[in-house]
């Protein structure tokens, strides 16, 4: 959560959220972390966007100093460490799927056909498993 020393703008909830998501990384860096379930520094630098190394660093820190990630030594190497989204961040998720089908929408519709249409005839389930998919690759339940 924010800290007391970190003054808003105003009480305004979208205020709010736009001092936590806008900017152009951080839901780029939550949606590999969460619907392309990408863990480790490496994985996210390289997921081809493009983004530079100092501006990752500082997202992580960001989102890690919010409550939305949890940062551990990687179980595999561990001189290295993973990210994983937290209970909160599991919350975006229907932002996140509400964005992806606008996207679609108004962007490339053939991209995303199926996912189009897994949302339009079952769109609180496809929810439901994607939070459950990203609860279980961060070790949540």
């Known amino acids: 959560m924010a800290s007391s020393a970190e003054p808003r703008r105003s009480d305004c909830p979208i205020s709010f ?7 152009r990384w951080t839901l780029i860096v939550l949606r590999d972390l969460m619907l392309k379930s990408r ?7 390289q997921a ?11 997202r992580l820190k960001r ?11 990687d179980p595999a190497d561990a001189r290295q460490f993973v990210y994983l989204p ?3 961040a599991v919350g975006l998720v229907p932002m996140l799927v509400e964005m992806i089908v606008w996207g679609l929408r108004t962007g490339d519709k053939e991209a995303g056909s199926d996912f189009l249409e897994r949302f339009e005839t079952e769109r609180d389930k496809l929810i439901r498993d994607l939070q459950l998919k990203v609860r279980k690759d961060a070790g949540l339940c």
Do not use: P
Request: proline fraction near 0%.
């Open 17 to 23: 959220a736009l001092e936590i998501f806008g900017d």
């Open 39 to 45: 863990q480790r520094y490496r994985e996210l630098l």
């Open 48 to 58: 081809g966007e493009g983004i530079a190394t100092n501006v990752l660093a500082e």
């Open 63 to 73: 989102l890690e100093h919010r409550g939305l990630i949890t940062k551990r030594r």
């Open 86 to 88: 937290t209970e909160l």
